[in-house]
């Protein structure tokens, strides 16, 4: 194999599909990058079995082969040396010749035909999405999934397609996030992809309105993004029916200021830091909400006016909770469902429909 | 004790005398602020005994009084709350009240007589130096302190005025960092200040020419910055005579681009990572430096351009020895002064004489 590359392009490419490499398997050739070529390209492909990534790039290739090379030291390599073409030639014993200017750099590669094979999609696309709204649809439901792999679907985030809506959902037990998109397709899915994949997915894609496509099979999903490919297995097993979980019903409800409310909750945690319980309590009378919070440290009072409709109510929660949900949200008002203290908390955008968060209120003793 | 105070003056004190606060020590008043009122202003300090540093910050005070509060809380609570005017007020139950705007927070304080007095220092100035330069000075120098405790003398920087010079020299047994400037006075001083203090006196200093005052007294150094003074213990002990150290005389001389040696350097280094020895191989020979270092991985050679003027030679070293002094170097163009493969390697400017960086070779096993 033998093949010439401009630096900056092989380190883009690089990076990209080592965002599927993660250093730690105990299968070798898993933390390396296959390097194929094909034609006037290369074709670089990172995997962890999980989830694989592959993307094409520009090269001109002077002598056709396949190689897997470590992923870390090649990529720490190319992005040291000048930005310049960058000259790569399999020669004796197992190794390839990395020539950049007056740098050369000799290394050990391994077979590339240990590297395991992907899964074959067969690229029925079943729907494409703006990058920036899945990006954004992304974001807005990652952080709500189960961290630890106690119930392992809950690590994943519920994709979902039915009406002509794409919902995507996250809830790990305490909250629930749920962003819905209008999206121009007849069919019905329901899969749920490993939030670790869709971590990588959100980084690579970017703020503009080019398309992704999707495609899925009963065990994988597939992202087309430009040049770049992203299979990920699907988790198994069946995601909770999150629609019984949202009340549809409410008592009360407020509007506040999105930040003023962000902010106020963030100093009345300060105090709840101490003892790790994060308690924060709301006091809603009228057009005035008093949040409170209290520790062997000391005691915080935030008050903030707000709009009530309905009863006055007391009720306590976890305020990383609410903090996650109101750092995330972008409008600049937010409407609160509430209907006692021991029943959830449903917050929403003002003005746009595209999102539900569920907050799960903390069960005071003296309730 | 009463006062208002502007949140952004009052959070850069907190962030001033925090630099002396480890947080990690067993006396909890040590973990404290100590804010004292001093007519229209007042005066904040952290301590760890070690390093104590004292901040005067504009202030209305109502009502005279001193007290210690929790660092980390009360930078904290500071932090978040909204840029405006601060009102603190001692209450019952060893407590401060904080209100701003609608932000109400109750702290326990500590006893501010628990709080250890300064050193008295006589401030008799001894010299003044502009800060950019002293900045610059910690910065060349401080990366060349020994880590570990084995010789606490070592974890220090030496101050030496003589000749109408400031020297300071940091060493670790392996390679040596001299910064030298100009300093009308006459004294002479000769005291090692522990690496911790002028790692933080480096972060106070600014970018500019205004004057830092430093006094001296048999055990302690003191730095006065603006309103802001920073006492700190010096190191006991004889420092290593490092004139003796640094050879006068070379066999050869090379002249290098300092960034190009750098980024070859910092490539060779890649290959030596693996086995952690980071030793890499300079074969110097008339116009010619080849840089060479391999490891299980493969191999890696360098190739650059310099002005050779002795005979040719070979030599090896830790690459990270100099990747350190190359990186914070400043000029274009570094002079290289070696006399053997065993003998000490010297880097200077071209054309500035204001620093020395010594670096011991490694002695290859088939020397």
């Given at each position: 194999m033998k093949f010439t590359c401009q630096k900056s392009i092989l380190q883009e490419g690089i990076s990209t599909v080592q965002k599927a490499i993660t250093g730690k398997s105990t299968l070798?050739?898993?933390?390396?990058?296959?390097?194929?070529?094909?034609?006037?390209?290369?074709?670089?492909?990172?995997?962890?079995?999980?989830?694989?990534?592959?993307?094409?790039?520009?090269?001109?290739?002077?002598?056709?082969?396949?190689?897997?090379?470590?992923?870390?030291?090649?990529?720490?390599?190319?992005?040291?040396?000048?930005?310049?073409?960058?000259?790569?030639?399999?020669?004796?014993?197992?190794?390839?010749?990395?020539?950049?200017?007056?740098?050369?750099?000799t290394l050990i590669h391994m077979n590339s035909e240990d590297f395991p094979e992907l899964p074959n999609i067969n690229e029925n696309m079943i729907f494409s999405i703006p990058q920036n709204i899945l990006k954004n649809m992304i974001r807005g439901t990652i952080f709500a999934t189960a961290q630890d792999e106690t119930r392992p679907i809950l690590t994943g985030i519920l994709f979902e397609i039915k009406d002509k809506n794409l919902n995507l959902v996250a809830l790990d037990g305490y909250r629930l996030a749920l962003k819905s998109e209008n999206l121009d397709t007849d069919n019905i899915i329901n899969a749920v992809i490993p939030g670790k994949t869709l971590s990588e997915?959100?980084?690579?894609?970017?703020?503009?309105?080019?398309?992704?496509?999707?495609?899925?099979?009963?065990?994988?999903?597939?992202?087309?993004?430009?040049?770049t490919k992203i299979i990920s297995r699907l988790l198994e097993g069946e995601f909770i029916k999150y629609n019984s979980i949202i009340p549809e019903e409410y008592n009360l409800k407020i509007i506040a200021k999105r930040i003023v409310l962000l902010n106020s909750i963030e100093r009345a945690s300060l105090m709840g830091k101490d003892g790790n319980t994060n308690l924060i309590k709301f006091d809603i009378e009228d057009e005035n909400m008093v949040i409170t919070s209290n520790s062997q440290l000391g005691m915080v009072r935030e008050e903030l006016n707000i709009i009530l409709q309905g009863e006055p109510l007391q009720i306590a929660f976890n305020s990383k909770y609410l903090i996650d949900v109101l750092k995330i949200m972008e409008e600049d008002e937010v409407v609160i469902e509430l209907s006692s203290s021991v029943s959830p908390c449903i917050i929403k955008n003002k003005n746009t429909n595209n999102c539900t968060y569920l907050v799960l209120p903390v069960r005071l003793v003296n309730n």
């Open positions: 070798p050739i898993l933390n390396g990058i296959h390097i194929k070529t094909n034609q006037n390209e290369l074709i670089l492909t990172g995997s962890d079995i999980d989830l694989s990534i592959e993307t094409k790039i520009k090269s001109d290739i002077i002598e056709e082969g396949s190689i897997v090379i470590d992923a870390k030291i090649f990529g720490e390599i190319i992005r040291k040396l000048d930005n310049d073409t960058i000259h790569i030639d399999t020669i004796d014993n197992n190794s390839i010749e990395i020539v950049c200017n007056k740098s050369r750099f997915v959100s980084k690579i894609l970017e703020e503009n309105e080019e398309s992704v496509n999707i495609t899925f099979t009963p065990n994988h999903i597939l992202f087309s993004i430009g040049e």
